[in-house]
């Protein structure tokens, strides 16, 4: 469940004359009733339902964690695979198990929601994903949450615990580099003020919403215009709407994993506390946020988002020394502002940070940390590898499978308004024959908007381009449209 | 001039016993002498030239300051430049000029040094760069040090003063968004030692030099493996070789501005002192070097390089929330070396930054900072444009000339030893028909390895591709190669 966004229309009213303008709040429900996915709205202040539709589409409502939980606690009460495990000497007690989704590789439409669950070992180390019990597939339907599909193909030797356990309270010497650290203090405080769930600071004002899928949402961004002494809006709304994982192993163990981590997890349902003075610097502040159970009942999740102020880089400098006896020095130290959270889905730790510059730039970032998934392998060694293997021998038995990570971005961009146009410029090569210049060739630039949503499609890398969103009806001094530039990292 | 580096096998064998290897001291003079360009080699120890061989293909010696100053007051005496001054009402004396290299487009060879002069307007603004007196081209022959060639095409508008001063002393309000500030400060004092110029830190080693062409040099880069109880060689030097800026625009004032920043002018040259507190962090420290003048004489630049530390970025973490009853939070903060130069030509500064991180990577970055080179024009709106400007209308009567930032640089890696390889692992889609596997594709890996240099050319962000420098003789305990991943920005 969560907020049911009112309409942009009636957000952008409801902006300009709060105490005039009424907007509806409501919730949405999605539910599995009798084997049906409802999609309920509910209306909060009527205390009434609006709408109960059944989705009879492709998909599946997002996993609960309650489902999860008891899918993995499945294989510990299912005979063959209690079997399986004393076939290669292991103890029950030792297995920690996870739900993996599967993917949809053109069948047919299914009925039933199903999750692979795989098992690890977890003796001895805390970094169980290095060590999966491989050689098995279990697939539990989580609507009868029961196994219904389980093959037992080889006993696979499952990799040593030695040297895995990433706990700092586990490790032993030799240890690394011993660094010097670093007090730092705002004596002025920080430099933002949050109020309930809007953020002001420096030139820029938005808001921080918070989404069971999406995780994150960043909305009704705008910077303050010193000279025309107003506040212009930049973005409606910014969020990931998707994290794409497919890994590349066609094998019947992993063929089937090719995640959508926000789709089937849930960004907003992984986010996880941020831990203060490691997470984040000692004076950031935070959020808290609400996820709830698969009953609705909300839990605090403290520590979801944490603000803070970035110092450090050069914002503009330049040191003049052509104008004869004068020398000029000037550069100016940037702050920025960054809004974090993490998401942690299985084995892998996104750190989704938002960061705002007072020229105007907004800079989505993602960094990527956690643990590899593993797959087993009786190879210990580069040299006994006969075929490929999907992936890289990382470690003794140890494969780290092929894979891509995709995050996709919602951007809805308002730059000074809701009519916004994206453009793109390439170089074009233009070749001199006429003599007309000493010059061969040149480059120079071709620009096109696009006129449909699927005009606008690119691939990003192939040849240089520059990507803008522009409001056309708005126009700088000297006639150049307003807008923002996107720049793939 | 500067040093002539003794050989590599020499360096390596003098590094290993330095009591007992005795190895040259040798420094190098470009001099031009009765009009020919020599190189000449100094022993230092035995006071003696070494080799004095004259330079007979094409391109000259680097520029001296001492040269461009002289050019640069060419105009100033040249009466038909005055009488184009008077033309346009303008004052000699508020007029600032400056040396512009041309590029080369396939002429004979030249026997003339030659830099074309640019004026400019100092008058009420100290960013001259954007007012610039164009209509004009002057050419300077710089052995004769005179004016051989001089064209006033036409009389172009100079852009406006007004708002173009970047001075923090000239502005005036309203005010950009005042910044609470940070006080930070390292109780232990920096994490790493610099001893003349070799630095330690954490488990780094590396040497940092200076040269008049290349501005600042990474050498015997080292890191300390824990487990192996010994430091590992993985960059014999570093160094940015050349800075080519073509700027795009055919006409007869611009067609010749291709500069290489580098070799015209001279990263080392071109380096200028760091601000304190403001180009880097108050706990930084910093680095003096010297540069000279074109009778040899040294004179002390300072405060040239400066090394710190950063921290704040999540160096590697992960939430665990999958074994049952136990939650498990780890996150590590990252702490980074930076070694810092600034270099100016002319309108832009390059922040030129090599980053050094405990995990073993090293990261050199640029920042490019500065004012943009600008062309007048009589046009002020866009709607005046009736052919391709070559550039952007920035500002009224202002053009932004289309132009390239192209940072080459020079990265000898020893990983583990002098013999290493390149290597590049392309991902290949693999198709599956034969019902082998539920997936339609997947993709694998295919790697190769460069035989020749020319081999080892690519052009990047064409597809997704990893390049990697190995030694391939030296493996992990699996088999894998050691080594580094070049990870284009």
Redesign the interface.
């Known amino acids: 469940m969560g907020l049911d966004d009112p309409n942009k229309d009636s957000i952008l009213k409801y902006e300009k004359k709060p105490t005039l303008v009424t907007i509806p709040r409501k919730s949405f429900v999605i539910a599995i009733i009798n084997g049906q996915s409802h999609e309920i709205v509910f209306d909060i202040r009527l205390k009434s339902i609006v709408s109960d539709n059944v989705h009879k589409g492709y998909g599946f409502p997002i996993l609960t964690v309650e489902e999860q939980?008891l899918a993995?606690q499945l294989p510990l009460k299912y005979p063959p695979f209690i079997a399986s495990v004393h076939k290669r000497g292991l103890n029950l007690s030792e297995l920690?198990c996870?739900g993996f989704t599967m993917g949809w590789?053109?069948?047919e439409k299914s009925s039933s929601r199903i999750l692979t669950v795989d098992c690890f070992l977890?003796e001895s180390t805390?970094n169980?994903f290095v060590r999966p019990i491989s050689g098995i597939t279990m697939v539990a339907d989580i609507d009868l949450m029961k196994i219904v599909e389980y093959h037992d193909r080889e006993v696979e030797v499952v990799p040593t615990a030695e040297n895995t356990d990433?706990?700092?309270s586990k490790q032993s010497p030799?240890?690394?580099?011993k660094?010097?650290?670093?007090?730092?203090?705002?004596?002025?405080?920080?430099?933002f003020q949050i109020n309930g769930h809007s953020v002001s600071w420096?030139?820029w004002k938005f808001h921080i919403g918070f989404d069971v899928r999406a995780g994150i949402i960043i909305s009704l961004a705008s910077i303050?215009d010193?000279?025309k002494?107003k506040s212009r809006r930049v973005l409606y709304k910014g969020y990931i709407s998707e994290l794409y994982v497919p890994y590349?192993?066609?094998?019947?163990e992993f063929?089937?994993k090719t995640f959508f981590d926000a789709g089937e997890y849930g960004f907003g349902r992984s986010t996880?506390?941020l831990?203060p003075?490691?997470?984040c610097?000692p004076?950031a502040q935070f959020i808290d946020t609400y996820i709830h159970s698969s009953d609705g009942t909300p839990s605090l999740l403290k520590n979801a988002i944490c603000v803070f102020?970035?110092?450090?880089?050069?914002m503009?400098?330049?040191?003049?020394?052509?104008?004869?006896n004068e020398l000029?020095?000037?550069?100016?130290?940037e702050?920025n502002l960054i809004v974090r959270t993490?998401v942690?889905v299985?084995?892998y730790?996104n750190?989704v940070d938002w960061e705002f510059k007072?020229s105007g730039s907004i800079k989505p970032a993602i960094?990527l940390?956690?643990?590899l998934e593993i797959k087993a392998t009786h190879i210990?060694?580069?040299?006994e590898i006969k075929e490929?293997l999907?992936g890289?021998?990382?470690?003794?038995n140890s494969i780290g499978i092929?894979h891509d990570h995709f995050y996709m971005y919602y951007l809805d961009f308002d730059i000074d308004g809701v009519h916004n146009s994206f453009e793109k410029t390439s170089l074009k090569t233009?070749r001199?024959s006429d003599g007309?210049?000493?010059?061969?060739s040149?480059?120079?630039?071709e620009t096109q908007t696009a006129k449909t949503e699927s005009d606008a499609k690119i691939t990003i890398?192939?040849a240089p381009a520059e990507l803008v969103v522009v409001n056309p009806n708005k126009?700088t001094?000297?006639?150049?449209e307003v807008g923002y530039r996107l720049i793939p990292?």
Chains 1, 2 share one sequence.
């Open positions: 939980i993995t920690v996870a590789f053109g069948e977890k805390a169980f990433y706990r700092v030799p240890f690394g580099p660094q010097h650290s670093l007090a730092s203090h705002q004596p002025q405080g920080p430099g420096a030139n303050y010193l000279e002494k590349q192993d066609p094998t019947e063929y089937f996880v506390s831990i003075h490691h997470d610097p004076y102020e970035q110092y450090g880089n050069i503009w400098r330049h040191t003049e020394a052509i104008i004869p000029i020095e000037e550069s100016r130290t702050v993490v942690t299985g084995n730790d750190v007072t960094a940390s956690g643990i210990k060694h580069k040299d490929d999907h890289k021998l990382v470690s003794e092929y233009a001199i007309s210049s000493k010059r061969k040149y480059w120079t630039t890398g192939y126009k001094a000297v006639g150049n990292a």
